[in-house]
């Protein structure tokens, strides 16, 4: 599983989030809402990595989920984006490619 993040996200959380260098930043699953699974949707909020089961770095901040809401990704890559008319996180769910197949 990869996390993905484009620069007007990473510019997003610097500025909305106020995220800075040695912070990181958890995704997490919360129920309600709507999602990839039914009646979930992601969360984020600041928070310190504990049993991580993805991550990426940029400038300093670590991105990453922890191994208990893997579960909710089934076998997808996380992207996340801004809607640039809401001006607010954007999250979209790529197929996993394992070994140059499509699961």
Do not use: C
Not at 58 to 82: C, K, M, P, R, T
């Amino acid at each position: 599983m990869e996390i993905k993040i484009s620069e007007d996200a990473f510019k997003w959380f610097h500025d909305e989030m106020e995220v800075a260098t040695g912070e990181s930043v958890r995704f997490f699953v919360r129920y309600g809402g709507s999602g990839l699974q039914p009646g979930f949707s992601l969360g984020v909020t600041k928070d310190q990595p504990n049993e991580a089961a993805a991550e990426v770095e940029d400038g300093g901040v670590i991105y990453f989920i922890e191994q208990n809401d893997l579960w909710y990704f089934d076998g997808h890559d996380l992207a996340v984006s801004v809607n640039d008319d809401l001006q607010e996180l954007d999250y979209s769910y790529e197929t996993t490619k394992k070994a140059g197949k499509e699961e």
